[in-house]
């Protein structure tokens, strides 16, 4: 049942800005065709989120940076330990290092898109300006994720 | 018993003699919790207490809202046990609807304990791997940097391996039943709201046999490290205490549905085939000023004699058996360690733990052959009532959920009593025990003070459902003198390093 496509948005969708990646895959479930797709969502990314980068083509994590300088980013990841880890948190390259770690098999192209975001208030919803970074993000992912454009890569 | 130390002399404190040392937070653990010492001028223990500070008030903010939402609302009490207050509530509101367990259809009934056995699935094999582990391996003072999984990925991967699959597969049996690993649905009053497909079943059923056999290593590597260490094991952080749980009416482990037994001390029986619907009369909570985690014991037995234990120790304590062939022959074991009735030792909670994941492995394993999973006959209906009570045994013990409502089907009035509520008085006991027995009149460092933090994680206990670090929790500890001045302090920054000094 495992998919090629991995989309896995993560963050907390009671806290304002944080909520971009679940909003995001929300997006996607209505603007693609899921038969590659498997789109995964949590609160934060946890050492068995490794598994689930198990037999994939292609792997994008999405969530919300208060550093990004525009309205998101693209860029690709590779493994790295860091200081990050906590019982309930690691960064995506840390769990990239995990996967290295405890899979024998290759990992597969993995990307950060990073949104901008600036608010992060228990129970508000998107600042005004990380939906419109929101709303750019969800058109470039899924012209990316289209298999015209998947397929080769 | 160590109830001395819940409280110090009052001389003693308004003199001003004693020193205070802050154990904040207690690392992982669920949630936030913090240990207090007070010592004399020779670091003798006079006080020693386990405190909750934080204020969740569930009960009183579903207050208002219909019935029907409270199965998904409650899921965040916890990010670890969410199905478990899932199904609690849910068996309350069958009541609301006039269902009562016995006329649940029986795929609805079977669907629900295969979502629940995938829950204790997973929460065991977190809690054993993930925070347990690192002590169990390395040791209670090893240095810091190795008290997290990661340390246990590195230095024994197979094992780490294994735990991660073992829990990640807890999760999809979660994901099959009720669409997502945390916070999905599946669970409505009177039964469910779907069943499971064949894909779903086929899936499931690919890897359960190497997950059988995995929960198996799991439990010899904790008999292992149990035995290997006596009589430490069998003494640490270890009281004597009654205990509360679920059993089949046949007296078999029961994790769903079943009567309350009470047994005491030496093995007696208390209380069997209780009906959970009962338990105000069985059961009240006390309060204390100093935490707000309440403090329940048995009616009959007062506040002083009647507190107990719940979860895996007092499960398998209780049952006269366990219905699966593997986690029987475990549990005959564990018992035969003992040579007692009753088995007390605090970090048996481990090996019990162990015990009930092959439980839930054999169980989930002979339940995916099931052809009712498969039925859509999943919902039954009754009359309206306008009181709900649902309890189950949840990973860290018994959990109760009570609801009352209105004419419009608005909550009116709830109550929960957590597992971790229920151990309460025994995590303080065990916390007074290490204290005295292991801290007193000793200078105390952070390698010592993390024995405090074993006996509590022994029970696995949820303090609130917020996110904590694992080994790397900033932890401060200060000395200070009677007239308020710092002595000396310890701190442990989030970044693992530590630092003794006033800075």
């Known amino acids: 049942m495992t998919k090629p496509i991995l989309v896995f948005g993560y963050g907390n969708p009671s806290r ?21 797709i498997e789109l995964l969502s949590d609160f934060q990314l946890q050492i068995e989120h490794a598994l689930d980068l198990q037999d994939r083509e292609l792997v994008v994590f999405i969530d919300a940076a208060v550093n990004c300088p525009n309205s998101f980013a693209f860029t690709p990841l590779s493994p790295a330990q860091d200081h990050t880890y906590t019982s309930h948190a690691l960064s995506p390259a840390a769990l990239l290092a995990v ?47 289209k298999p015209t454009h998947f397929r080769g890569n | 018993m160590y109830e001395h130390l819940e409280t110090a002399d009052p001389a003693l404190v308004a003199a001003g003699k004693l020193k205070r040392v802050a154990v904040d937070p207690v690392s992982r653990v669920e949630g ?10 020779d670091n003798k223990v006079q006080q020693a207490r386990l405190h909750i500070v934080e204020f969740r008030g569930f009960e009183k903010f579903i207050q208002g809202r219909p019935y029907w939402e409270l199965p998904v609302m409650v899921q965040r009490l916890c990010g670890i046990c969410p199905v478990s207050h899932h199904l609690a509530a849910a068996k309350a509101i069958d009541q609301l609807v006039g269902v009562d367990p016995a006329n649940l259809p029986p795929a609805a009934d079977k669907l629900r304990r295969l979502l629940h056995f995938g829950q204790v699935l997973q929460s065991h094999a977190l809690h054993f791997f993930h925070l347990s582990s690192p002590d169990l391996l390395f040791g209670f003072e090893s240095e810091i940097g190795k008290r997290n999984v990661m340390a246990v990925l590195a230095d024994y991967p197979d094992i780490g391996l294994q735990g991660v699959k073992l829990r990640k597969y807890g999760q999809e049996v979660i994901r099959m ?34 997950i059988v056999i995995w929960a198996q290593a799991a439990l010899q590597l904790v008999t292992k490290v149990h035995t290997s260490h006596l009589p430490y094991y069998d003494n640490f952080a270890t009281i004597r205490s009654k205990y509360l749980s679920l059993t089949k009416p046949n007296g078999a482990l029961e994790l769903y549905h079943g009567g309350i037994r009470v047994k005491d001390e030496q093995g007696e029986t208390l209380v069997d085939h209780y009906d959970y619907c009962d338990y105000p009369e069985l059961i009240r909570e006390e309060v204390r000023s100093w935490t707000y985690m309440k403090f329940p014991y048995l009616t009959s037995l007062g506040k002083a004699e009647g507190w107990y234990r719940v979860g895996p120790l007092a499960r398998v304590n209780n049952c006269d058996f366990i219905d ?19 088995v007390h030792s605090t970090l048996a909670f481990h090996w019990t733990r162990m015990i009930e994941l092959l439980h839930c492995a054999e169980s989930i394993q002979s339940l995916l052959d099931d052809p009712d999973l498969l039925s859509n006959d999943l919902v039954a209906k009754g009359e309206k009532r306008q009181e709900g009570i649902g309890v189950i045994e949840a990973p860290r013990g018994t959990l109760f959920h009570h609801y009352q409502i209105d004419e419009n089907d608005i909550v009116t009035k709830a109550n929960l009593i957590v597992s971790t509520t229920s151990n309460n ?27 405090l933090e074993v006996a509590i994680r022994a029970y696995d206990p949820c303090l609130s459902c917020a996110t904590h670090a694992v080994g790397k929790m ?5 000395l200070v003198d009677a007239d308020g001045k710092l002595v000396d302090k310890l701190i442990r920054h989030s970044s693992g390093e530590f630092i003794h000094g006033s800075e």
């Not at chain 1, 192209?109 to 992060?120: G, H, M, T, V």
């Not at chain 2, 936030?32 to 001028?41: A, M, P, Q, R, S």
């Open chain 2, 32 to 41: 936030h919790g913090k240990v207090t010492l007070l010592l004399d001028e």
């Open chain 2, 324 to 342: 699966t062939p593997q986690a029987e022959a475990a549990r005959v074991e564990f018992k035969r360690h003992s040579g007692e009735a009753m």
């Open chain 2, 177 to 210: 039943v009720s669409g997502k690993r945390i916070h999905g649905t599946g669970a409505i009053a009177g039964g469910m709201n779907k069943a499971l497909t064949k894909e779903e079943r086929d899936y499931l059923k690919q890897d359960i046999a190497q």
């Open chain 1, 16 to 36: 304002g800005d944080d909520a971009v990646g679940p909003l995001l895959l929300d997006y996607l479930a209505d603007h693609l065709d899921l038969s590659t």
């Open chain 1, 99 to 145: 996967y290295q770690s405890v899979s024998k098999q290759p990992l597969a192209p993995c990307y950060l898109l990073s949104i901008q975001a600036e608010a992060f208030e228990l129970g508000t919803g998107l600042s005004e300006r990380c939906a419109a970074n929101l709303a750019k993000a969800c058109r470039f992912l899924e012209e990316i994720l």
């Open chain 2, 425 to 451: 008085t025994a995590m303080n006991e065990s916390v007074r025990q290490v204290a005295a027995e292991y801290l007193s009149g000793r200078e105390l460092t952070e390698p010592l003070l993390n024995n």
């Open chain 2, 474 to 478: 900033p932890l401060q500890l200060e």
